[in-house]
C-alpha cells in the first residue's frame, strides 16, 4: 500500500523557533508537495519539487522554505515560527494524475 | 484569482438522501478533475475523478458529472451516509505543457444527519 508519512500528527512550538516538518514517500514519486489548511481557505501551496534538490515556490511561500535532498524525503522549514503559521500542513506526493497526502502536522505556535 | 470555486461553505442532508456537491472553474486548459474528501485531523484522500472527454464517472455511491461548457462538475453521493460527513475539495488540473499542480477549491463540509 502507497504511503505519505509525516513524522508529527502534532507540534506545538514557540514564536521564534526554526521548525521542521518531515515528510516521507515509499512510492519513488517524483513530485512533492507541501499545503497548508486555514477553515475557509482550503489548501493552500507552499512549496513544491518536482526532483531531488529542485523546487518552486507555491502561492504563499513566504516564511517557509524547503529542503530535496532525497527523492523519498521532501521537508518544509519555517525558519522563525510565527503565530500565523499555526495551521494544518499536509505533504503530498504525485503519481500518475492525483495526489496521495500524509496524515497531515497539526501545528500551533504560540 | 480563483480559478475553482466551490460557492458553497457547508451543506447538510439526511441520510438516505442524495448530496450534490458544486464546482466551477474558470480556467478552459483545465482537462483533468478530481474529488478529495477529508476527515478532521487526517489528510485528503482521493474519491473519484473526471477526464474532460468524459461527461460522468460513476464508482459505486459516488458520481460526477462534467458540464464543460459550463464549466461545472458536481459530485452525486446517492445514498448519502453518517461516515460521508467530511470536507470535500474540487480540483482541477491542466495535463498538457507537463503540468504538476492540482488546483483546489476552499472546499465544501458535509453533514449527514442520520
Known amino acids: 500500500d502507497v504511503k505519505v508519512t509525516q513524522s508529527s500528527r502534532y507540534l506545538v512550538k514557540r514564536t521564534g523557533e526554526k521548525v521542521f516538518l518531515e515528510c516521507v514517500q515509499d512510492m519513488d514519486h517524483e513530485n512533492m508537495f507541501w499545503y497548508r489548511q486555514d477553515p475557509g481557505l482550503g489548501l493552500r501551496l507552499i512549496y513544491f519539487?518536482?526532483?531531488?534538490?529542485?523546487?518552486e515556490k507555491g502561492d504563499i511561500p513566504e516564511g517557509y522554505s524547503v529542503s530535496r535532498e532525497k527523492k523519498e524525503r521532501f521537508s518544509l522549514i519555517l525558519e522563525s515560527a510565527s503565530t500565523n503559521q499555526t495551521s494544518m500542513y499536509l505533504c503530498?506526493?504525485?503519481?500518475?494524475?492525483?495526489?496521495?497526502f500524509g496524515s497531515g502536522t497539526r501545528l500551533t505556535v504560540v | 484569482d480563483q480559478q475553482v470555486k466551490q460557492n458553497s461553505p457547508s451543506l447538510s442532508v439526511q441520510e438516505g438522501r442524495i448530496s450534490i456537491l458544486n464546482c466551477d472553474y474558470t480556467n478552459s486548459m483545465f482537462d483533468y478533475f478530481l474529488w478529495y474528501k477529508k476527515y478532521p485531523a487526517e489528510g485528503p484522500t482521493f474519491l473519484i475523478s473526471i477526464s474532460s472527454i468524459k461527461d460522468k464517472n460513476e464508482d459505486g455511491r459516488f458520481t460526477v458529472f462534467l458540464n464543460k461548457s459550463a464549466k461545472h462538475l458536481s459530485l452525486h453521493i446517492v445514498p448519502s451516509q453518517p461516515g460521508d460527513s467530511a470536507v470535500y475539495f474540487c480540483a482541477a488540473s491542466n495535463s498538457g505543457a507537463g503540468s504538476y499542480q492540482l488546483t483546489f477549491g476552499k472546499g465544501t463540509k458535509l453533514s449527514v444527519i442520520p
Open positions: 503530498a506526493s504525485r503519481g500518475g494524475r492525483g495526489y496521495t
Open positions: 519539487s518536482y526532483d531531488v534538490k529542485m523546487k
